[in-house]
Nanobody, 116 residues
Framework: QVQLVESGGGLVQPGGSLRLSCAASGISRLGTMGWYRQTPGAQRELVATITSDSRTKHAESARGRFTISRDNAKKTVYLQMNNLKPEDTAVYFC???????????WGQGTQVTVSS
């Protein structure tokens, strides 16, 4: 069974940093992975994506502050978040695609709260 297990969320002050991790299991060949975030009553929005060969895209709001990366051996995607702002507060979700089936999977979400 496919599982995406996120970790690294928490409470941080503005200007602080967090690193989110998402470990995938049950997917034999991982394709593009990504991080999305969502606040109550809002649409889930893309933060960053990374292909299987580490080509990246970052949302404008994340560019220069966040960095997505992956470790293919560990089947893990990371999101390094620096200079966090209160507007970054959201539940962050990991997303992964299977290169074989094209199916898309979601993690359970991890809360990031940026507050003084």
């Amino acid at each position: 069974q496919v599982q995406l297990v996120e970790s690294g969320g928490g409470l941080v002050q503005p200007g602080g940093s967090l690193r989110l991790s998402c470990a995938a299991s049950g997917i034999s060949r991982l394709g593009t992975m990504g991080w999305y975030r969502q606040t109550p009553g809002a649409q889930r929005e893309l933060v960053a994506t990374i292909t299987s060969d580490s080509r990246t895209k970052h949302a404008e709001s994340a560019r220069g502050r966040f960095t997505i990366s992956r470790d293919n051996a560990k089947k893990t995607v990371y999101l390094q978040m620096n200079n966090l702002k209160p507007e970054d507060t959201a539940v962050y979700f990991c997303n992964a695609k299977s290169q074989i089936s094209g199916n898309e999977y979601w993690g359970q979400g991890t809360q990031v709260t940026v507050s003084s």
